[in-house]
């Protein structure tokens, strides 16, 4: 059977990892393997006076003890970065310490229990200096720390005139990603040459660094990435582990396997920063939005430049004549930020949709109702037409799938026996991103196909859905099609995220089946469009060729004419307890548009995981942090809290057909984080319509509701 764009089919690889056959990063046994554990800084701010080696070297198996006192020196070339997360620091570089759970020093040993026992005890004396570590307390001091400010109009002046006026400020606390499978690395040197397994969601720009920071050629370095358990954006960078365990592989001269440890992921692997929001909103009194101000504060920090761009939903969300946005960061002595789902976006959208539903109560509109009189047709900023956008449809579709109708809309007006009763809404987007990637296609004369391309399966699908694509391409059986990934041997590909795979992979996959599909018709005169699951068979065997194969670079041009994003909404009934302020999330209605989709079934999970996950980030996830420390707090998967199955309701996601011809070959957007953005809103929306009660900082918990 020829399966259509868009059937659910199985995940091939559905098999390979419910039944163990799955080899991760870690599991990679290589001879004469040797153990990496990390030593990790005690203090936020500082420098190291002495590092005592002596007891861990005398201890049994320990082979190593690398510090910045014997750590060989890195390449990095005068005025550029040296291509890690954190842009600014490098493993071992000098004594000074940023911030508690620096990684300092890595003890090799023979086996994991020797070289955790070596570093257990490795002694370390510092000069202790002032710790920054309070967003709140430095607020005054942020500081831009790229162009992130954006503007339209005169945002202040129609604040100050219009007729009615939401100002308000929002936070959301750290949170961190928590993947399954922890970081971790297994690496071996021969000679110049270095093999690295890294359970990375970017293989070749960890390919580079490599090469880079130990001046070596590129083509010397191999890196895989078969499977990854989990991301969420945190192994989209080579962070401090991988540096150093490569680096204790070259020292021992034997391959190193180097696991980061569920704590010391919390210090030096990223997390979400904190975030402090102020929207302000300015409307006529039949709900036209005159003005749009989203700005405030994030943490960073001096040796990573990332940025929390949380106000990035008011650029293309709604329309009105000014628009003004700013992000800006104050440096801290506080691990490192990293992308997370959907960044900026998923912090961003709790504030700008926790506004616009605060805007409608004032008004006393409805809520749908305030979004589609403030319905952004083209571009906000830029006047740009969309290339497609059908968010009036998933407002429609899911508002009649949950029943949005049946809403009474004051507050603590609805109830279920003693139970307060809320519906909320919010609107989703995310921007439908693509960079170049290639691919190659080899056919064999009995008609099946190898397809590869160094993109990566973190569990979203990939290896399923370009089979899929590459099949309906050929027009030949989905099971005739294989596809190979995670390898730098392999063709280019970008990093996994950004919602990017399916787009930018699925492009080269598409043009290299086409070309193969059109250099086979041409061996026999034959139109490609006439050919057939039988074709080629036919006319391999006709030319006595045991194979064929055909390379395609996609290379996305320069849309200058359309702006593009995916579009959903976000409906969620919640039920709060009274006299306990416990909240619970009831059923979850979705609906998105994400242009043409690939597989029905794993773009359905893409959602669901991402809804699950802002439910988390609503009602469950913050990482504790101590200002006196400078220390996160719960570090582990028993006080770090995340939704289980018993606080996942009913969730009913809606694929809205969309057809885009102008974002790019195969008309897709990507779906991976769409699914997070506006959960948030949406339940504290929920809330307020139980209770009255607006909480404004995330997550919501029983004390805030009480």
Same mark, same amino acid.
């Given at each position: 059977?020829?399966?259509?764009?868009?059937?659910?089919?199985?995940?091939?690889?559905?098999?390979?990892?419910?039944?163990?056959?799955?080899?991760?990063?870690?599991?990679?046994?290589?001879?004469?393997?040797?153990?990496?554990?990390?030593?990790?800084?005690?203090?936020?701010?500082?420098?190291?006076?002495?590092?005592?080696?002596?007891?861990?070297?005398?201890?049994?198996?320990?082979?190593?003890?690398?510090?910045?006192?014997?750590?060989?020196?890195?390449?990095?070339?005068?005025?550029?970065?040296?291509?890690?997360?954190?842009?600014?620091?490098?493993?071992?570089?000098?004594?000074?310490?940023?911030?508690?759970?620096?990684?300092?020093?890595?003890?090799?040993?023979?086996?994991?229990?020797?070289?955790?026992?070596?570093?257990?005890?490795?002694?370390?004396?510092?000069?202790?200096?002032?710790?920054?570590?309070?967003?709140?307390?430095?607020?005054?001091?942020?500081?831009?720390?790229?162009?992130?400010?954006?503007?339209?109009?005169?945002?202040?002046?129609?604040?100050?005139?219009?007729?009615?006026?939401?100002?308000?400020?929002?936070?959301?606390?750290?949170?961190?990603?928590?993947?399954?499978?922890?970081?971790?690395?297994?690496?071996?040197?021969?000679?110049?040459?270095?093999?690295?397994?890294?359970?990375?969601?970017?293989?070749?720009?960890?390919?580079?660094?490599?090469?880079?920071?130990?001046?070596?050629?590129?083509?010397?370095?191999?890196?895989?990435?078969?499977?990854?358990?989990?991301?969420?954006?945190?192994?989209?960078?080579?962070?401090?582990?991988?540096?150093?365990?490569?680096?204790?592989?070259?020292?021992?001269?034997?391959?190193?396997?180097?696991?980061?440890?569920?704590?010391?992921?919390?210090?030096?692997?990223?997390?979400?920063?904190?975030?402090?929001?102020?929207?302000?909103?300015?409307?006529?009194?039949?709900?036209?939005?005159?003005?749009?101000?989203?700005?405030?504060?994030?943490?960073?920090?001096?040796?990573?430049?990332?940025?929390?761009?949380?106000?990035?939903?008011?650029?293309?969300?709604?329309?009105?004549?000014?628009?003004?946005?700013?992000?800006?960061?104050?440096? @801290?002595?506080? *691990?490192?930020?990293?992308?997370?789902?959907?960044? &900026?976006? =998923?912090?961003?959208?709790? %504030?700008?949709? #926790? $506004?616009?539903?605060?805007?409608?109560?004032?008004?006393?509109?409805?809520?749908?109702?305030?979004?589609?009189?403030?319905?952004?047709?083209?571009?906000?900023?830029?006047?740009?037409?969309?290339?497609?956008?059908?968010?009036?449809?998933?407002?429609?579709?899911?508002?009649?799938?949950?029943?949005?109708?049946?809403?009474?809309?004051?507050?603590?007006?609805?109830?279920?026996?003693?139970?307060?009763?809320?519906?909320?809404?919010?609107?989703?987007?995310?921007?439908?991103?693509?960079?170049?990637?290639?691919?190659?296609?080899?056919?064999?004369?009995?008609?099946?196909?190898?397809?590869?391309?160094?993109?990566?399966?973190?569990?979203?699908?990939?290896?399923?859905?370009?089979?899929?694509?590459?099949?309906?391409? @050929?027009?030949? *059986?989905?099971?005739?099609?294989?596809?190979?990934? &995670?390898? =730098?041997?392999?063709?280019? %590909?970008?990093? #996994? $995220?950004?919602?990017?795979?399916?787009?930018?992979?699925?492009?080269?996959?598409?043009?290299?089946?086409?070309?193969?599909?059109?250099?086979?018709?041409?061996?026999?005169?034959?139109?490609?469009?006439?050919?057939?699951?039988?074709?080629?068979?036919?006319?391999?065997?006709?030319?006595?060729?045991?194979?064929?194969?055909?390379?395609?670079?996609?290379?996305?041009?320069?849309?200058?004419?359309?702006?593009?994003?995916?579009?959903?909404?976000?409906?969620?009934?919640?039920?709060?307890?009274?006299?306990?302020?416990?909240?619970?999330?009831?059923?979850?209605?979705?609906?998105?548009?994400?242009?043409?989709?690939?597989?029905?079934?794993?773009?359905?999970?893409?959602?669901?995981?991402?809804?699950?996950?802002?439910?988390?980030?609503?009602?469950?996830?913050?990482?504790?942090?101590?200002?006196?420390?400078?220390?996160?707090?719960?570090?582990?998967?028993?006080?770090?809290?995340?939704?289980?199955?018993?606080?996942?309701?009913?969730?009913?996601?809606?694929?809205?057909?969309?057809?885009?011809?102008?974002?790019?070959?195969?008309?897709?957007?990507?779906?991976?984080?769409?699914?997070?953005?506006?959960?948030?809103?949406?339940?504290?929306?929920?809330?307020?319509?139980?209770?009255?009660?607006?909480?404004?900082?995330?997550?919501?918990?029983?004390?805030?509701?009480?």
């Amino acid at each position: 059977m020829i399966p259509k764009i868009g059937a659910p089919l199985d995940r091939v690889d559905g098999r390979l990892k419910v039944t163990g056959g799955a080899r991760y990063a870690a599991e990679n046994k290589l001879a004469n393997m040797a153990y990496g554990v990390l030593v990790m800084s005690s203090i936020p701010n500082g420098t190291i006076r002495t590092i005592d080696t002596t007891a861990a070297l005398k201890s049994p198996g320990v082979l190593a003890v690398i510090s910045h006192l014997n750590a060989p020196k890195l390449n990095v070339p005068a005025g550029q970065s040296n291509g890690t997360a954190e842009q600014h620091l490098l493993p071992f570089g000098d004594a000074t310490i940023h911030y508690l759970g620096q990684r300092i020093a890595v003890v090799v040993g023979d086996t994991l229990e020797h070289a955790t026992r070596g570093a257990e005890l490795v002694r370390v004396s510092y000069a202790k200096a002032e710790a920054r570590t309070d967003l709140t307390k430095h607020r005054d001091e942020a500081k831009d720390r790229q162009q992130n400010k954006f503007a339209k109009g005169d945002a202040d002046a129609a604040l100050a005139s219009a007729a009615v006026k939401i100002d308000e400020t929002y936070r959301t606390p750290y949170e961190h990603h928590n993947p399954l499978e922890a970081h971790s690395i297994t690496a071996a040197w021969e000679g110049d040459h270095l093999t690295l397994f890294d359970s990375s969601q970017n293989i070749f720009a960890v390919q580079r660094t490599m090469a880079q920071l130990f001046n070596i050629p590129k083509e010397n370095v191999h890196v895989t990435s078969q499977f990854v358990g989990g991301a969420f954006g945190s192994k989209g960078s080579s962070w401090p582990h991988v540096v150093i365990g490569v680096i204790a592989a070259r020292e021992v001269k034997r391959p190193v396997k180097l696991v980061v440890t569920r704590k010391q992921l919390f210090f030096g692997n990223g997390h979400r920063p904190e975030t402090e929001q102020r929207v302000a909103l300015g409307a006529t009194s039949d709900g036209k939005l005159v003005s749009m101000i989203h700005d405030g504060i994030g943490q960073g920090n001096a040796v990573c430049d990332y940025v929390e761009s949380f106000a990035r939903p008011t650029q293309m969300l709604y329309a009105s004549p000014n628009i003004r946005g700013a992000h800006r960061v104050v440096e @801290l002595n506080v *691990p490192s930020g990293t992308y997370m789902r959907a960044p &900026g976006l =998923t912090p961003g959208s709790f %504030a700008l949709e #926790s $506004a616009i539903d605060e805007l409608a109560y004032a008004l006393k509109i409805d809520p749908i109702q305030l979004r589609l009189i403030n319905h952004a047709d083209a571009d906000p900023l830029s006047g740009k037409p969309w290339s497609s956008k059908s968010l009036k449809e998933c407002y429609g579709q899911a508002a009649e799938r949950f029943g949005w109708s049946k809403r009474n809309p004051e507050p603590r007006s609805m109830r279920d026996g003693r139970l307060l009763i809320g519906y909320g809404m919010a609107s989703a987007a995310y921007p439908a991103h693509r960079s170049p990637a290639s691919a190659r296609a080899v056919m064999k004369s009995d008609g099946t196909v190898v397809v590869s391309s160094g993109s990566h399966e973190m569990g979203m699908g990939t290896a399923t859905v370009m089979a899929q694509l590459a099949a309906e391409t @050929l027009g030949i *059986p989905a099971e005739r099609v294989s596809f190979k990934y &995670g390898d =730098t041997m392999l063709p280019n %590909a970008p990093i #996994s $995220a950004g919602s990017m795979t399916a787009a930018s992979v699925g492009s080269a996959v598409y043009g290299v089946a086409d070309a193969l599909r059109k250099k086979v018709a041409a061996l026999d005169g034959m139109n490609p469009a006439a050919m057939n699951a039988d074709s080629y068979h036919v006319i391999l065997a006709k030319h006595y060729l045991d194979t064929i194969d055909a390379q395609f670079d996609a290379k996305p041009e320069q849309n200058e004419a359309h702006a593009s994003h995916a579009f959903g909404a976000q409906f969620a009934e919640v039920s709060v307890d009274p006299d306990l302020g416990l909240v619970r999330v009831r059923r979850m209605v979705s609906a998105f548009a994400a242009g043409r989709i690939l597989n029905a079934k794993t773009a359905r999970s893409q959602y669901l995981g991402g809804i699950v996950q802002g439910i988390g980030m609503a009602l469950l996830e913050q990482t504790h942090f101590d200002t006196r420390l400078g220390s996160f707090t719960n570090v582990n998967l028993g006080e770090y809290l995340l939704p289980v199955n018993a606080d996942i309701p009913n969730i009913d996601v809606i694929l809205v057909e969309e057809d885009d011809p102008h974002v790019n070959p195969i008309g897709v957007k990507g779906v991976g984080e769409i699914g997070i953005v506006g959960v948030g809103g949406a339940i504290a929306n929920a809330v307020y319509h139980a209770t009255g009660k607006r909480v404004r900082d995330l997550p919501i918990t029983i004390e805030k509701v009480m």
